[in-house]
């Protein structure tokens, strides 16, 4: 079974001269739907919608079997959405933050005005941009048993990711801000062990019935079964600057969920590692990306990141070669090492040129030049 994919990508809509966000999601949405009036075409995906924020888009692939189609999809739905900002009067920004400072716009809905009079500055203050990716399962039973089995390995996706070190006008200190903003969420990170698609279903009615949790849809775990599609759905990773590594991504989850699959059809059990263990590992992988350690998830403890990285490719290997995608994740990770995750990136053009608006530009240019395939 070589398992569809598609990508949901949160976008920032950032002034060209300022590098500001800028509140222009109304007029852009309407521009990219003058030129789409089918809205995107028959079937999930291909759209530009709305986000949490006016500041901010999102835009979502169809699904996909072959990483380069779904590469070009990637690439197109970014140039899509530039020229829809840019005909709003900005640009668009693959940053998982806002380097600069801002105070959000919410978008004007019912749902997020009970969202910022629940959570306060939680939800007031929210402005990150994340990437999720759904890939194929072959329904609830199979979900559940994926979900318990890639667990530790998430963090490694999130330092792998990782696009966030400036916030509001300083560096963080962290590759990844937008995980330390994501999980002031009650709901969001690492889960428990499910074992069965009942006890998934039951807990996620326990959480919406603590009244904590307003509905379904504010379920954020790091992955997650989607409710309107037969996918997991891993919600990890950082919005990536350059698109390469939004394939690279993919790909892994992918690996990921089929090895994850097959060890379960095997009777293999999940590894009994505790939630706990697992939020402190993506804690670490948000404080320090791929620069650094990561905790290895063969072992719960530190380990160069390169060679954690190894660990994972070693891990989802037989997968990616069955799927074909294991020469294009070789070259794509070979490239992401070569020239840094996002953060990196990021922290390399504020050394030379010491102004973040100098950053958010050239996030700007990357967002769309970035496509190598």
């Given at each position: 079974?070589?398992?569809?994919?598609?990508?949901?990508?949160?976008?920032?809509?950032?002034?060209?001269?300022?590098?500001?966000?800028?509140?222009?999601?109304?007029?852009?949405?309407?521009?990219?739907?003058?030129?789409?009036?089918?809205?995107?075409?028959?079937?999930?995906?291909?759209?530009?919608?709305?986000?949490?924020?006016?500041?901010?888009?999102?835009?979502?692939?169809?699904?996909?079997?072959?990483?380069?189609?779904?590469?070009?999809?990637?690439?197109?739905?970014?140039?899509?959405?530039?020229?829809?900002?840019?005909?709003?009067?900005?640009?668009?920004?693959?940053?998982?933050?806002?380097?600069?400072?801002?105070?959000?716009?919410?978008?004007?809905?019912?749902?997020?005005?009970?969202?910022?009079?629940?959570?306060?500055?939680?939800?007031?203050?929210?402005?990150?941009?994340?990437?999720?990716?759904?890939?194929?399962?072959?329904?609830?039973?199979?979900?559940?048993?994926?979900?318990?089995?890639?667990?530790?390995?998430?963090?490694?996706?999130?330092?792998?990711?990782?696009?966030?070190?400036?916030?509001?006008?300083?560096?963080?200190?962290?590759?990844?801000?937008?995980?330390?903003?994501?999980?002031?969420?009650?709901?969001?990170?690492?889960?428990?062990?499910?074992?069965?698609?009942?006890?998934?279903?039951?807990?996620?009615?326990?959480?919406?019935?603590?009244?904590?949790?307003?509905?379904?849809?504010?379920?954020?775990?790091?992955?997650?079964?989607?409710?309107?599609?037969?996918?997991?759905?891993?919600?990890?990773?950082?919005?990536?600057?350059?698109?390469?590594?939004?394939?690279?991504?993919?790909?892994?989850?992918?690996?990921?969920?089929?090895?994850?699959?097959?060890?379960?059809?095997?009777?293999?059990?999940?590894?009994?590692?505790?939630?706990?263990?697992?939020?402190?590992?993506?804690?670490?992988?948000?404080?320090?990306g791929v620069g650094g350690s990561l905790v290895d998830p063969r072992t719960m403890r530190p380990a160069p990141a390169e060679h954690v990285v190894d660990a994972l490719l070693d891990h989802?290997?037989?997968?990616?070669?069955?799927?074909?995608?294991?020469?294009?994740?070789?070259?794509?990770?070979?490239?992401?090492?070569?020239?840094?995750?996002?953060?990196?990136?990021?922290?390399?053009?504020?050394?030379?040129?010491?102004?973040?608006?100098?950053?958010?530009?050239?996030?700007?240019?990357?967002?769309?030049?970035?496509?190598?395939?």
């Open positions: 079974m070589t398992r569809q994919v598609g990508v949901e990508e949160e976008l920032l809509l950032v002034d060209p001269d300022t590098g500001r966000p800028s509140a222009i999601a109304g007029t852009a949405l309407s521009r990219w739907a003058a030129a789409h009036p089918d809205g995107g075409g028959d079937g999930p995906g291909g759209m530009v919608e709305e986000e949490f924020q006016q500041e901010q888009i999102e835009t979502d692939t169809r699904p996909c079997t072959s990483m380069e189609d779904l590469a070009q999809q990637v690439c197109s739905q970014r140039a899509e959405a530039s020229e829809a900002a840019r005909a709003a009067g900005g640009e668009l920004a693959a940053l998982a933050t806002t380097p600069m400072e801002v105070v959000p716009t919410l978008t004007p809905k019912a749902r997020y005005r009970k969202m910022v009079r629940e959570y306060g500055l939680t939800a007031a203050e929210a402005l990150s941009c994340g990437v999720h990716v759904h890939v194929e399962v072959d329904g609830d039973d199979e979900g559940v048993a994926v979900l318990d089995r890639i667990r530790g390995w998430l963090p490694v996706l999130l330092a792998l990711t990782a696009n966030s070190p400036f916030y509001q006008g300083q560096d963080s200190g962290y590759e990844s801000f937008r995980s330390q903003i994501w999980n002031r969420w009650p709901s969001a990170g690492p889960t428990e062990l499910f074992g069965s698609a009942q006890a998934y279903r039951d807990t996620i009615d326990d959480l919406v019935a603590t009244g904590a949790v307003l509905d379904v849809g504010m379920v954020y775990f790091d992955a997650r079964l989607a409710a309107a599609y037969p996918t997991v759905e891993i919600r990890v990773g950082d919005v990536c600057q350059h698109p390469d590594d939004t394939v690279l991504l993919a790909a892994l989850c992918r690996g990921l969920v089929s090895t994850a699959a097959a060890q379960a059809k095997a009777g293999e059990p999940a590894p009994p590692v505790r939630s706990e263990t697992i939020r402190v590992s993506t804690w670490r992988a948000g404080r320090s989802v290997r037989a997968a990616l070669e069955d799927s074909g995608d294991l020469k294009l994740v070789d070259r794509l990770l070979s490239q992401l090492r070569e020239r840094g995750n996002g953060a990196q990136v990021q922290r390399r053009v504020f050394r030379d040129t010491g102004r973040l608006e100098d950053v958010v530009r050239a996030a700007v240019g990357a967002t769309v030049q970035g496509c190598t395939l």
